[in-house]
Nanobody, 121 residues
Framework: VQLQASGGGLVQAGGSLRLSCAASGRTFASSAMGWFRQAPGKEREFVATISWNADRTFYTDSVKGRFNISRDNAKNTLYLQMNSLKPEDTAIYYC???????????????WGRGTQVTVSS
């Protein structure tokens, strides 16, 4: 599956953005999907993941209650709704496809090009 993230941009602290990840290929609907991010000078970190049928979701503690991951298998699209954004959310956000909704990057076999999210204070 090929992935392309979009929807990033510049937003003030407290604002919202919705990221999308468009997938091509037949395996999207059977794949767990995840969002990761990488800030300048830092390692890539897990943000959120969702099972193939959306019955399980997991979030890193720093985004719980603010971010929501969802998917539309009919549209081959993954979403990340980000609310109450903070400057520390600034990063390049990547979507990824994997076998299970796990928190580790090595579980994911396909990665899209990232989209930049910048939150100003």
């Amino acid at each position: 599956v090929q992935l392309q993230a979009s929807g990033g941009g510049l937003v003030q602290a407290g604002g919202s953005l919705r990221l999308s990840c468009a997938a091509s290929g037949r395996t999207f609907a059977s794949s767990a999907m995840g969002w990761f991010r990488q800030a300048p000078g830092k390692e890539r970190e897990f943000v959120a993941t969702i099972s193939w049928n959306a019955d399980r979701t997991f979030y890193t503690d720093s985004v719980k209650g603010r971010f929501n991951i969802s998917r539309d298998n009919a549209k081959n699209t993954l979403y990340l709704q980000m609310n109450s954004l903070k400057p520390e959310d600034t990063a390049i956000y990547y979507c990824a496809a994997g076998g299970l909704p796990l928190l580790t990057a090595r579980n994911y076999y396909s990665w899209g090009r990232g989209t930049q999210v910048t939150v100003s204070s």
